[in-house]
Structures are given as C-alpha cells and as structure tokens.
C-alpha cells in the first residue's frame, strides 16, 4: 500500500499517529501543489491520500485522472473540497476523521485581541528597539456581531460575554429561541452590520453564504468597526474587503482565511496597515493534529480490512 500525506507544512504528520502499525510505503508532502495537473503528477501512484483539510482541492476533473486511488481520508468531519459523489462514481472511499472546535473560537479572539491593542505594529516597535506608537481600543460595553450561531459562533459569543460585551447574531435560519440558550440578541441582517463593534464570521461556506459579505454589508459597517474572518475566506468578497480598508471605511480586518491559500506573496492584503493576518491556523494545533492523524491511520486500517470507517456521504 502506497500511502501519501499531503500538505503537512510543519513536517510533522508523521509524529502524530502510529504510522509504522501500517507496515506502508508512505511520502509526505510538505508543500502546497501548484494546480490540479500537479496534484494529478504527483499522487498518480498512490493507493491512499490522506488530505489535511481543505487545502488541496479534489474536484471530479482530479478524482478521474486518480486510477490507483482508492481511499481519500479528509481530517475533520467535512471538506468541501472533495467532490465526495465523483470519488463514490470512481470507486474511491472517503473517510472522515474527528475534529474539535474550541481551537478555532480562540484563535477568533487572538486576532481580535491582536487587533484591538495593534500588537503587530507593537511587536514589530519592540523588536526594533522602539517603544508605542499606538493607541488601542477596549471592548467592554462593546457590541460582539457574530454572522451565525452554530457550534463556533456560540462559543466566540461566551468569550465575549466574559469580556463584557453585548452580544448579537444573525444567519438565515437563526430565530431568537434558538439564540436564547447563548445570551445572544437575534438580529436582523442589516442591524447585525450596522451595530457590530466587531463582526466575527462563522457560517459553513456553501452557495448560500458564498459572497454574503459584498461591498454594500461593509459600507454599512461602523467606520471604526473590526472585521473578523476564520471561517473561509469566499464568504467575505476580498475585494470588496480590501478597496475598503484602502478608503478606511472600516477600522481593522482581522483575517485567518482567503480566497486562495496559500496567500500569494504580492496579494494586496499583505500590504495594508489595517488589517490583522495569520496563515489559517485557527486549527492547528496539537490537540487537534493528535485526533486528526491517530483518526487516519485507523482509518486506514479499517479500509484494509475491509470495514471502512467514518465515510462521508
């Protein structure tokens, strides 16, 4: 069995899970692959790919040219990334792992905290020999706009609440009895954008939430109001995003997802002074990487004997 791990950019896959009980030929893959015809050079010979996420993408166009292919394991529980249909239409199985969601709520508060006291700037001053050359803002008595209220979103609003700030949400289907057991205020759409201090996104991205923060969302913003993204980075339309932070029509974005990741290295967002960026790592961490890669390798062993385990559907 020929076995590959893809997109480990730490170099650390192999750390994390009993892969030696496989008794298989297993390559890592470190770097992210250019495009689809790379991904189908490189993994032609595979039997197994393990996916961390959704970082390479596994459309119907790569999964047909994938002969050897025969099990594709996706760390967490979904990934819209892989074309699950044209893998069952290929004969390829699709195993899930386990996930934890508490990572990715803190991490939404680094960068708001980070954001907030303009720790960039300051850390850059102090590493240069300097000393403050800011001034931050506090978020008590400040409105916490959460755009959905699933599993992530209630648990970036019981933070905020500990810091003592209102907190609001709206999605599609949010109503106020299902807000109720948060202490959360359901809002209309428009009154979420023209309320929300700080605006953390947290919705599945799907065609429905694809886009869902345009230009005319933005430009209903406080000018001093934060925007927050670890969700994924289509839901926000970067470029709507970044001609506003160029006008100051907002104070700060806060971003640890994109459009294409990695960021390209002349993408705009990297050279404005307002914004808050780290390399969608609101999930990595160890905790998570021991479920993920422990959840592949008996994955993968139970592919082999033939009782496969956590298939997506």
């Given at each position: 069995?020929?076995?590959?791990?893809?997109?480990?950019?730490?170099?650390?896959?192999?750390?994390?899970?009993?892969?030696?009980?496989l008794d298989a030929e297993i390559e890592v893959f470190t770097k992210p692959f250019v495009d689809a015809a790379d991904v189908v050079a490189r993994l032609r010979g595979f039997d197994v790919l393990v996916a961390m996420r959704e970082r390479t993408r596994f459309?119907?166009?790569?999964?047909?040219?994938?002969?050897?292919?025969?099990?594709?394991?996706?760390?967490g529980k979904r990934n819209a990334a892989i074309d699950v249909a044209a893998?069952?239409?290929?004969?390829?199985?699709?195993?899930?792992?386990?996930?934890?969601?508490?990572?990715?709520?803190?991490?939404?508060?680094?960068?708001?905290?980070?954001?907030?006291?303009?720790?960039?700037?300051?850390?850059?001053?102090?590493?240069?020999?300097?000393?403050?050359?800011?001034?931050?803002?506090?978020?008590?008595?400040?409105?916490l706009g959460l755009l959905g209220l699933g599993r992530l979103g209630a648990g970036a609003a019981r933070i905020g609440q500990a810091f003592g700030m209102e907190t609001?949400?709206?999605?599609?289907?949010?109503?106020?009895?299902?807000?109720?057991?948060?202490?959360v205020t359901a809002v209309s759409k428009e009154e979420l954008f023209a309320r929300s201090d700080v605006l953390s996104v947290h919705l599945v991205l799907s065609d429905?939430?694809?886009?869902?923060v345009g230009a005319p969302e933005i430009a209903a913003m406080k000018p001093t109001a934060m925007l927050v993204n670890t969700s994924r980075g289509p839901i926000v339309d970067e470029a709507a995003l970044v001609d506003a932070l160029r006008r100051r029509e907002i104070a700060v974005a806060a971003l640890d997802v994109f459009d294409v990741e990695p960021l390209p290295s002349e993408h705009p967002l990297r050279t404005l002074?307002?914004?808050?960026?780290?390399?969608?790592?609101?999930?990595?961490?160890?905790?998570?990487?021991?479920?993920?890669?422990?959840?592949?390798?008996?994955?993968?062993?139970?592919?082999?004997?033939g009782s496969p385990l956590r298939v997506m559907e």
């Amino acid at each position: 069995m020929k076995i590959a791990i893809l997109d480990d950019y730490q170099n650390v896959a192999l750390g994390y899970g009993d892969w030696a009980s496989l008794d298989a030929e297993i390559e890592v893959f470190t770097k992210p692959f250019v495009d689809a015809a790379d991904v189908v050079a490189r993994l032609r010979g595979f039997d197994v790919l393990v996916a961390m996420r959704e970082r390479t993408r596994f459309p119907a166009e790569v999964l047909d040219r994938l002969p050897a292919l025969e099990l594709l394991v996706s760390t967490g529980k979904r990934n819209a990334a892989i074309d699950v249909a044209a893998a069952r239409r290929n004969g390829v199985v699709v195993s899930a792992t386990g996930y934890i969601g508490a990572p990715a709520a803190e991490h939404t508060w680094a960068l708001i905290l980070a954001a907030a006291r303009n720790l960039p700037t300051e850390f850059r001053n102090m590493t240069d020999g300097g000393w403050q050359t800011t001034v931050g803002t506090i978020l008590h008595g400040k409105t916490l706009g959460l755009l959905g209220l699933g599993r992530l979103g209630a648990g970036a609003a019981r933070i905020g609440q500990a810091f003592g700030m209102e907190t609001i949400a709206w999605s599609q289907n949010l109503t106020q009895e299902k807000a109720d057991p948060h202490g959360v205020t359901a809002v209309s759409k428009e009154e979420l954008f023209a309320r929300s201090d700080v605006l953390s996104v947290h919705l599945v991205l799907s065609d429905r939430s694809r886009g869902l923060v345009g230009a005319p969302e933005i430009a209903a913003m406080k000018p001093t109001a934060m925007l927050v993204n670890t969700s994924r980075g289509p839901i926000v339309d970067e470029a709507a995003l970044v001609d506003a932070l160029r006008r100051r029509e907002i104070a700060v974005a806060a971003l640890d997802v994109f459009d294409v990741e990695p960021l390209p290295s002349e993408h705009p967002l990297r050279t404005l002074d307002n914004v808050v960026l780290t390399p969608h790592i609101g999930y990595v961490t160890r905790e998570a990487y021991e479920i993920f890669y422990r959840d592949a390798v008996e994955d993968i062993a139970a592919f082999r004997a033939g009782s496969p385990l956590r298939v997506m559907e």
